[in-house]
Nanobody, 124 residues
Framework: QVQPVESGGGLVQAGGSLRLSCAAS????????MGWFRQAPGKEHEFVAA????????LYADSVKGRFTISRDNAKNTVYLQMNSLKPEDTAVYYC?????????????????WGQGTQVTVSS
């Protein structure tokens, strides 16, 4: 099992950058696909990005492709989301989650373990 804990959210102006971190407890972190989702007020959870166990492959939502980068450091049990060129529509609570397989990495239902979320607010 892993227990993700997100950090790094905050308030930023449009065009700015933030880096989210997700530290996961548990000795099996490297056995999990890690993903980021977000949820804006009144909306469903939206897939953002995912990364394979060793970090060799990533998957991105079209809405963030070219602006966001997901990475992981298995020695630190941490996954990151570098967010550049932020837009007001990126405002949401961002969640880190762990899944067992990459073939359904964009599927909310594929993830077994979730963090509490961190708020990202982008002002125009």
């Amino acid at each position: 099992q892993v227990q993700p804990v997100e950090s790094g959210g905050g308030l930023v102006q449009a065009g700015g950058s933030l880096r989210l971190s997700c530290a996961a407890s548990g000795r099996t972190f490297s056995s999990y696909v890690m993903g980021w989702f977000r949820q804006a007020p009144g909306k469903e959870h939206e897939f953002v990005a995912a990364i394979t166990w060793g970090g060799s492959a990533q998957l991105y939502a079209d809405s963030v492709k070219g602006r966001f980068t997901i990475s992981r450091d298995n020695a630190k049990n941490t996954v990151y989301l570098q967010m550049n060129s932020l837009k007001p529509e990126d405002t949401a609570v961002y969640y880190c989650a762990a899944a067992g397989a990459f073939d359904s990495a964009s599927d909310f239902e594929a993830y077994d373990y979730w963090g509490q979320g961190t708020q990202v607010t982008v002002s125009s």
